[in-house]
């Protein structure tokens, strides 16, 4: 346990060790080599190139450069990264062979590595990360130590300001004023929802009890989202931090994570932050030597999306199934064992200490209107820079897209962007210049939800996807109530019948119906939003749906019962790229003849569309 | 299951179950553990479970098959799993799923009667960034085709045949 003087003492100590990781253009000899050890970097192998690294720096005796491993740098296409600060170099796609080169040019001559230097949208190879195009539009408030600190020391995280937000928050500030220095922020849930925070913080405080629960929804089910996994491995002190502060606010003495168990790195990072503050004292009994106690616990979900909903994860923590309650009463009044309860999500939290210590004035004065600060994406699908990105709200689509995205990969066409998962909709292309925050998403047909951003080019069937959303639904369903456990299987099978060219226009009403019904019927946030994606899609895309039902034409060409693949004779060179990657043998002739595909043995799987240097092949409707 | 593996089971389970206080809160904790050491959840570790926190065996197999980290049934010795997160799915994981069934003759969920393969989908790894993804035990494969797929499997099965 350390007293506040130790605390800052240790502050001092550890900032003079690594502020030149903030970039500053410090004249010093040491050198540190940053590695990305978020989830898609550690896949490919980066923690291989941190042994490599420190097995090479020690052989050969060099002692001022250190090999650090981070959290996510945010451009995950491009990993496994490497940067080194202070200069800031940037490699990417690193291999552990690559090691040896970099430490004997870069280390050693002060020579860069130019073919590991990342590759801009332009083509031009960029040398530091804020040259990228990728970083310019961005705002790290959330993410600000995601790739600086070790996600695993302490102490690097207390150099940056860490735990001062709850060190003022516990020496000078009143339970009332958090709340009111919240609410002043602006800061709204980013769960999905989009409530105001500090008002749910107020009507938790509002209930008298004996006990009282702070809870962090990490429970992150969105398909294709990797937001709060990505803060909670790059910087968990901050959400431990934040949880206590709000439960100062609130007046509860223990938190639970409530957090996948899909994310073991993320587990473990939280372990050990959790073990490391209750060491210092920042966690357990008496912190920082006052009167008030908090503890926080974690708790691994297992593999239900619908626990994402906030009743449903309260279910999920008392070891039951995982079925939301009847609202009211809401968890603020009866939430965990039937105590009042705090329930925000990960990034919500990670705002807090930023808010507390920068002010509220200073938060709000970021974003649109009515929704302030930044909001943090998973960007994915057909988009050329995929990765994590953070923007103030009231950025557009289009920038998001374009500008940090770099655009649709293969020469392709920008079809439509899909957010808030499985319980948002589909956003087309004449609302790329919708500046995005809650209530402009809302009003095109889509939400904010957790923040997956997935963009879709012209090859993507919209029908198709929004069967995909739908099996999904089926899938995770509770099965609780019943407009959305039959519900959502009868509007998956029409849109099955779409898909295999069986449906009629009569089908397509009933679609429509069951989707508004279920929209209504609902019990849970989950069911009530589950039809969303077949509304966006119909509202912007109903001329897929008649093509699939009149023509039985699947203009995409994703549909495997509507289309087949073939050669266009004029546009093939003959090169036999197709042949030889078609894992079938369905591809047949001559070097430099046109080719063509035995309909027969084709299983339609797309390998040759997508190796096809000329785009002479391609699918047609039957 | 012979009753000495029964035993052996029934004993480690039990020493898993020492480390938690027997509230009923803990179930989710323990089956996380158990799923973890086995791949599955045996019926002996199931009574364990049950006469531990005092739950009907009802209640623990509702709680098993309402998440989808638990199964009932023990993996195959090469785990398949493809990722049908909405980033793996636009960039064409769909394809590697079918390819995968019809290569293995295997259902989602489900073991190959050799226990050689098993076959499951999972939403979303966390690798995005290299979609489409498989994964065969805990080895992530990104920037997955369906002629890298079959390279794969050439290899698990040459290595099985290889290692008789």
């Known amino acids: 346990m350390k007293t506040i003087q130790e605390i800052e003492e240790i502050r001092k100590k550890t900032y003079q060790k690594i502020a030149l990781r903030k970039n500053t253009k410090e004249d010093t000899r040491e050198k540190h080599i940053l590695i990305c050890h978020g989830t898609g970097c550690t896949s490919s192998k980066s923690p291989e190139i941190l042994s490599q690294f420190q097995k090479i720096l020690k052989e050969k005796n060099i002692e001022h450069v250190k090999v650090i491993m981070t959290g996510c740098f945010g451009l995950c296409a491009k990993g496994p990264i490497v940067i080194i600060r202070p200069e800031d170099v940037f490699y990417a796609m690193v291999k552990p062979e690559d090691c040896l080169e970099i430490i004997e040019s870069h280390i050693e001559k002060g020579e860069i590595v130019e073919r590991l230097l990342c590759k801009d949208i332009d083509g031009s190879k960029v040398k530091t990360l804020d040259d990228l195009t990728f970083y310019k539009k961005q705002e790290r408030i959330v993410l600000k130590n995601c790739g600086t600190i ?44 989009g409530f105001p925070t500090g008002k749910k913080w107020a009507l938790t405080k509002q209930e008298e009890a004996d006990q009282k629960y702070v809870v ?277 099978e029409i849109l099955e019948k779409i898909c295999e060219g069986n449906a009629s226009l009569v089908d397509l009403d009933k679609l429509e119906a069951l989707a508004i019904n279920i929209e209504k019927t609902a019990i849970c946030g989950l069911g009530q939003t589950a039809p969303n994606p077949v ?88 | 299951m012979c009753d000495c593996v029964e035993k052996r089971i029934r004993e480690e389970v039990e020493t898993i179950l020492e480390q938690y206080v027997p509230t009923k809160d803990n179930l989710i904790q323990i089956l996380n553990e158990v799923q973890e050491k086995y791949g599955y959840i045996p019926k002996t570790a199931q009574f364990a479970i049950s006469e531990y926190l005092k739950i009907p065996m009802a209640e623990i197999f509702g709680v098993i098959t309402f998440y989808s980290r638990f199964t009932l049934e023990p993996k195959g010795k090469y785990h398949i799993s493809v990722c049908l997160g909405t980033a793996c799915f636009v960039k064409g994981s769909q394809k590697i799923l079918d390819r995968l069934k019809e290569r293995l003759q295997l259902e989602e969920g489900k073991t190959s009667p050799d226990g050689k393969f098993s076959l499951d989908t999972t939403r979303c790894v966390g690798a995005c960034g290299i979609a489409p993804v498989f994964t065969v035990n805990k080895e992530v494969y990104g920037h997955a085709t369906v002629k890298k797929l079959d390279e794969v499997l050439d290899a698990l099965e040459n290595e099985e045949e290889g290692g008789k």
């Not at chain 1, 339970?175 to 849930?189: D, F």
């Not at chain 1, 289309?563 to 369905?586: F, Q, W, Y």
Request: hydrophobic share 35%; aromatic share 8%; with cysteine.
């Open chain 1, 150 to 193: 070790n996600p695993e020391n302490i102490d690097e995280y207390l150099a940056f300001d860490g735990y001062r937000a709850l060190e003022k928050v516990l020496t000078s500030m009143s339970p009332e004023e958090v709340i009111q220095e919240i609410t002043e922020s602006g800061l709204r849930g980013r769960g999905g929802a």
């Open chain 1, 216 to 492: 962090c929804n990490a429970d992150e089910g969105d398909p294709g989202a990797f937001m709060d996994r990505s803060i909670l491995e790059g910087d968990p002190h901050t959400v431990l931090e934040a949880m206590t502060i709000a439960g100062y606010a609130i007046g509860a003495t223990k938190g639970y994570i409530y957090v996948r168990a899909e994310y073991p790195i993320a587990v473990q990072r939280l372990k050990i932050a959790i073990e490391q503050a209750r060491e210092y004292g920042l966690l357990g009994e008496h912190l920082l030597g006052t009167d008030y106690s908090f503890d926080i616990e974690i708790r691994l979900g297992a593999g239900a999306f619908v626990c994402g909903e906030e009743t449903a994860l309260l279910e999920s923590i008392e070891g039951r199934r995982g079925q939301p309650r009847v609202k009211p009463p809401f968890p603020a009044q009866k939430g965990l064992w039937e105590k009042p309860t705090l329930i925000n999500n990960v990034e919500t939290y990670a705002n807090v200490c930023q808010i507390i210590l920068k002010g509220a004035k200073w938060f709000s004065s970021i974003g649109t209107e009515n929704s302030k600060g930044t909001k943090v994406f998973a960007l994915g699908g057909n988009v050329q820079n995929i990765g994590l990105v953070e923007v103030p709200m009231g950025t557009t689509l289009r920038e998001i897209v374009y500008d940090i995205g770099g655009g649709i990969p293969n020469g392709r066409q920008f079809k439509a962007a899909q957010t808030g998962g499985p319980s948002g909709g589909c956003i087309p292309r004449e609302h790329l210049d919708t500046p995005i925050d809650y209530e402009s998403l809302k009003e095109i047909g889509s939400m904010m939800g957790s923040g997956g951003l997935i963009v879709m080019d012209d090859t993507k069937c919209m029908v198709n996807l929004a069967k995909f959303y739908l099996e999904f639904t089926v899938d995770e369903s509770c099965g609780k109530c019943t407009p959305c456990r039959i519900g959502t299987k009868r509007m998956l």
């Open chain 1, 535 to 622: 509304l966006s899609t119909l509202k912007y895309f109903r001329d897929e749906y008649l093509a699939h039902i009149k023509y039985k034409q699947c203009t995409a060409g994703e549909c495997k019962a509507l289309t087949s693949i073939r050669i266009n004779p004029e546009e093939c060179r003959g090169c036999g790229l197709c042949k030889k990657n078609c894992p079938v043998g369905a591809i047949h002739g001559e070097p430099g003849t046109p080719h063509h595909i035995e309909k027969e043995k084709c299983i339609k799987c797309g390998t040759c569309i997508a190796k096809c240097p000329f785009h002479a092949i391609v699918t047609k409707g039957e």
